[in-house]
């Protein structure tokens, strides 16, 4: 699945306040290797369906053993030994027998801060070997998915090296000695260092995968369906955005029939929330996760292209509304290529006035229209545009209630049939008290 800079922001997948991105609201990784291979995994969504279901393989195989993961390896393992094996302290070279007790005692004393370093590190080289030991004991099996199965495996692998496997040895028969420590010291940063820096990457995608099995447990979230269907094809229930506060839940439903969702409904009524809603779902769905809905079925996407937040660039002396034009410029070109996409678009054309915007908005859903390769969800608060369109049965059309009681604005944020047409800006300047305010104006008077 594609999805370009735009959509990860507009999604805010992605953002540069990390705190309010939905990266930070699933990272559940313990090491600093293994958020940055998260975010890897985030930035690259699978591109069939055969990846996901391994993946969620994967991740339900996790979940259904989580009391039996390791815990021996922690962020300050990697760390230290990363550290370890670029120290440029050199190997002792201490000989055999009563030469190599006095030299290990030798150099204790007389290059204490030197000792103390390696015998830390070489504590937490062995905390790595014997936490991969545990993994392969516990993981390593004939029904194990592939992902997990390739990583312990290719764990397995390192740890047979004769040099690592001594180390093993020689830690379950009781504390390590001085002088086999500085033996194995010498033949670990010698010989060792590559085969444990791969050691440690491979802990670090553990430690991501573990991460999505986390977060679908801790946020209850539900791995989605997916469908053959030659055409693009989602359906929700009890859809809800992951990162508001107290979600609304929602029930839709995209397929050929009715492939674009036409959303009416004032500002701060729900629109744009919604609208993300459906993107991080799908979105989610690709990387083979949990998504937050009941149930979730849908046909396999090609990519997510958005157009939400529009900015105009006056270094360029590009307008908002040509920037507008650019980003649906972009999404034509794009979709043309009769591949599986979809398509957001809030509040197209804001950079004009009203009945611009309207003239332009209509000539691209009718042009969009037209292409049956993609979903298309839009949404403005011009109800004037959808009089022109609510006889095309292409076209769903649903909006967002919004109520007045004595002047004061209620959003239910309640999805329903049809099209809104409440006009609240101005009630909304009266609740303000700016009209109150520009009242004032004329009275003010310099003293």
């Known amino acids: 699945m594609h999805l370009d800079q735009t959509t990860y922001y507009d999604l805010s997948i992605f953002n540069r306040d990390e705190e309010f ?7 559940f990784t313990t090491t600093a290797g293994g958020k940055e291979y998260l ?52 190997p002792m070279s201490i000989g055999s027998g009563i030469s190599a007790i006095a030299g ?10 030197n000792y103390g370093f390696i015998k830390f590190s070489f504590a937490q080289l062995v905390n ?29 692998q390192l740890l047979n090296h004769r ?37 440690a990457d491979l802990y670090k995608q553990l430690d991501a995968y573990y991460s999505m099995a986390q977060a679908m447990r801790h946020l209850k979230l539900q791995f989605p369906t997916f469908v053959t269907s030659p055409a693009p094809y989602v359906h929700f229930e009890q859809l809800y955005h992951l990162i508001i506060p107290h979600p609304v839940a929602y029930d839709i439903e995209l397929s050929p029939k009715n492939h674009f969702l036409f959303l009416t409904g004032a500002n701060m009524a729900g629109k744009t929330t919604f609208i993300k809603a459906i993107g991080v779902a799908v979105f ?5 996760m949990g998504v937050p809905a009941q149930k979730m079925e849908l046909s396999f996407f090609d990519g997510i292209l958005s157009n939400i937040q529009v900015q105009d660039n006056i270094f360029k002396g590009e ?52 292409n049956k390769s993609s979903l298309y969800i839009l949404s403005t608060h011009l109800y004037e545009i959808a009089e022109d369109l609510q006889n095309d049965a292409r076209l769903l059309f649903k909006y967002f209630a919004s109520d007045v009681i004595e ?17 609240l800006g101005y009630l909304i300047l009266k609740r303000e008290k700016v009209l109150d305010l520009l009242a004032k104006l004329g009275t003010y008077t310099d003293e």
């Open 128 to 156: 790595m070997l014997q936490g991969f030991k545990e993994f392969i004991a516990v993981f390593l099996r004939e029904e194990t998915p592939a992902i997990l199965k390739n990583i312990l495996t290719r764990a397995q």
């Open 284 to 288: 989610m769905a690709h990387l083979g």
């Open 163 to 199: 040099d690592l496997q001594a180390i093993l040895d020689a830690s379950q028969q009781g504390e390590i000695s001085i002088v086999a420590m500085l033996q194995f010291d010498k033949q670990v940063r010698k010989h060792q260092s590559g085969p444990l820096r791969e050691l």
């Open 39 to 90: 975010r890897k995994l985030f930035s690259n969504p699978l591109t069939d369906t055969a990846a996901i279901a391994r993946r969620q393989e994967a991740l339900q195989y996790i979940l259904n053993q989580e009391d039996a993961w390791p815990q021996t390896i922690t962020n300050g393992t990697l760390v230290v030994i990363d550290n370890y094996l670029n120290a440029e302290i050199a």
């Open 407 to 423: 002047d004061n604005l209620q959003f239910t944020y309640e999805l329903r049939d049809g099209i809104a047409k409440e006009k």
């Open 319 to 370: 307008s908002y509304f040509y920037n507008e034009v650019q980003r649906i410029k972009k999404t034509v070109l794009q979709i043309s290529n009769n591949k599986r996409w979809l398509v957001l678009i809030d509040e197209m054309f804001k950079g004009t006035n009203v009945e611009d915007a309207k003239n332009c908005s209509l000539a691209v859903i009718r042009g969009l229209l037209e």
């Open 21 to 27: 991105s939905l990266f930070h609201r699933l990272d």
């Open 104 to 113: 290990a005692y030798i150099f204790r004393t007389f290059y204490a801060p």
